[in-house]
């Protein structure tokens, strides 16, 4: 069996935080969050990465981290591809004022020619931590669907996802007695309390278990999928409330509307990892310091790809 290809979703900016944050530098060696999945993924086993880029960013997205990337890869007997998510590859035409990619679900379309295999999808501006990619990994290699709508997702603990500056939306999970996903509620403006979480409200905080797992948009997926992804496209421009202007057509929505029907099952494999992100950008300052914090205690290395055999 093929090892699973690593899919890396680029193509969006960070609207809250002002710019391409997954190209802003993390570390004094000018690393950025994406480095840190490269890293993870190439030490844990994957051997193939494909990233989802806009043509338009093509050549500053290859400048500040693809080549370079493709040059440790290479050492690593690691192969790199580019797909390209197009706000204009939709059925039927662009409606007029439109001017935005589609959202998630558009941008693994993007991969269809190029997956024969089962594959990864992660956000490139998210650190993920080492835990989850290991246990994706082995969990893929080692698997052997009996059909092609078995899928499986990291389950993150939702205290070790929340912001410091504020509300964050986060997709809680459903997980039932045998470990599989039942259904997902994306829930808005969870903020930490403390050592808690609660949902704000106009009418003040209703308390949400911080101990919850939460979906970080890191799904373990099989190369039919893609097949199925794009019926639903389809579909999602026939419903009568669609947002032709602003909507978006996201991978977590979709797989709950299939798990709700019954027709897929998602097995949640747990890390206790710690997720962190640039949701605003007064949060770059406490992620910078939480890579240096991971530098000192020896879980990576300055020189960020010496560590890896």
Not at 255 to 280: A, M, N, P, R, S
């Amino acid at each position: 069996m093929k090892k699973p290809v690593l899919v890396v979703m680029a193509a969006g900016m960070g609207s809250r935080y002002g710019g391409l944050k997954q190209i802003d530098p993390m570390d004094p060696q000018g690393h950025i969050i994406m480095d840190y999945s490269i890293h993870n993924a190439i030490e844990a086993g994957f051997n193939h990465i494909v990233f989802i880029i806009r043509e338009d960013i093509e050549s500053e997205f290859k400048k500040v981290i693809g080549n370079r990337i493709a040059s440790v890869c290479k050492e690593h007997d690691v192969t790199v591809e580019y797909a390209f998510q197009n706000i204009n590859d939709i059925p039927g035409e662009l409606p007029e004022g439109r001017t935005k990619p589609w959202g998630t679900g558009q941008a693994v379309l993007a991969v269809k020619s190029l997956l024969t295999t089962l594959f990864i999808v992660i956000n490139a501006d998210d650190y993920y931590g080492k835990e989850s990619f290991f246990k994706l990994h082995d969990f893929l290699e080692e698997y052997t669907p009996e059909k092609p709508t078995d899928f499986c997702a990291a389950g993150f603990i939702l205290k070790n996802t929340l912001s410091e500056n504020g509300g964050v939306t986060r997709g809680v999970c459903q997980v039932n007695e045998n470990g599989y996903l039942t259904g997902i509620n994306e829930t808005k403006n969870i903020v930490k309390v403390g050592n808690k979480a609660a949902v704000q409200k106009e009418d003040g905080q209703e308390p949400i278990d911080e101990n919850s797992h939460v979906s970080m948009n890191m799904w373990g997926l099989t190369p039919e999928f893609v097949e199925t992804l794009e019926k639903g496209f389809k579909e999602f421009f026939e419903k009568p409330d669609v947002d032709v202007l602003k909507g978006e057509y996201l991978l977590p929505i979709y797989i709950d509307e299939l798990l709700q029907k019954g027709e897929v099952t998602v097995k949640v494999l747990e890390t206790q990892d710690k997720w962190f992100g640039v949701t605003y950008k007064e949060d770059k300052d406490s992620v910078v310091e939480s890579f240096k914090k991971l530098i000192e205690e020896g879980v990576y290395k300055e020189k960020l790809f010496d560590d890896i055999l």
